[in-house]
C-alpha cells in the first residue's frame, strides 16, 4: 500500500493501474456454473453444454486489470479518456469528474486493444449505505452509455472468458480477465 499525501499528487486527474499475475484456479461444477450465471457468461455456459463439460470442475486461468480514477484539485485532465494498454481494459470517453449529474458516461471496453462487444458491463453506485446498480451490454464498438444520477462511489465491472489455449492446459479449461474501473464524485 502506498501512501501519498493530498500535498504531494499532481493537480488533475490521475489514473492508477494493476494489473495481477494469472491465477489458477478450479470451482465445483454447480459453483461454476453459478458463476458464469452471474457474471453473464452466457456464451461460455453454451459452450460448457455443447463440451459435456456441465458435471465437470471449472478449471480457470483469471488475472485481474483494475484502474482507478483520482481528482485533485479543479481541473479535470482529457488524459483519462485515452487507453493505457491494459489486456482487458474499461475506459471512460468523457472524465467523470467533469461531468454534471445527471449525465451521461460512455464507457467503452477493450480486449487487447481491440473493442469488445457483446459484454455484461456493470456498474455498482454507492451513496452513503445504499447502493444500487444496473449491467448494460456493449455495442460492435465496445461502447455502453450510463446515466449518472447521483454523486457517490462507482465500480464498473467486466469479466471477459475465452477458452484456454494449448499452452495453459491441463491447468486450466478457460483463461479469464476482471477488468473494473472506479472514481468518486462528490456532492
Not at 454447480?30 to 457468461?41: D, H, I, M, N, T
Not at 470517453?93 to 469488445?116: E, F, H, S, W
Amino acid at each position: 500500500l502506498l501512501i501519498v499525501p493530498k500535498e504531494q499528487l499532481p493537480l488533475g486527474t490521475s489514473v492508477l493501474q494493476l494489473d495481477t499475475a494469472s491465477i489458477d484456479i478450479e470451482l465445483p461444477a454447480a459453483k461454476f456454473e453459478s458463476y458464469l450465471f452471474e457474471e453473464r457468461l452466457f456464451e461460455v455456459l453454451a459452450a460448457r453444454a455443447r463440451l459435456g463439460q456441465e458435471e465437470f470442475p471449472g478449471k480457470e486461468r483469471y488475472s485481474r486489470c483494475l484502474k482507478a480514477l483520482l481528482q485533485v484539485g479543479e481541473k479535470p485532465d482529457a488524459s483519462v479518456t485515452q487507453p493505457i494498454g491494459q489486456e482487458l481494459e474499461l475506459v471512460p470517453l468523457q472524465n467523470p469528474y467533469g461531468l454534471r449529474i445527471p449525465g451521461k458516461l460512455t464507457m467503452q471496453v477493450l480486449l487487447r486493444g481491440q473493442p469488445l462487444a457483446g459484454h455484461a458491463l456493470g456498474l455498482a453506485v454507492r451513496r452513503h449505505s445504499a447502493i444500487s446498480s444496473q449491467t448494460l451490454r456493449t455495442d460492435q464498438s465496445g461502447k455502453a452509455t450510463f446515466t449518472i444520477s447521483q454523486a457517490g462511489d462507482f465500480l464498473f465491472t467486466l469479466v471477459h472468458m475465452e477458452e484456454a489455449s494449448a499452452q495453459t492446459k491441463p491447468a486450466a479449461d478457460w483463461r479469464s480477465y476482471w477488468g473494473s474501473l472506479s472514481f468518486s464524485l462528490a456532492d
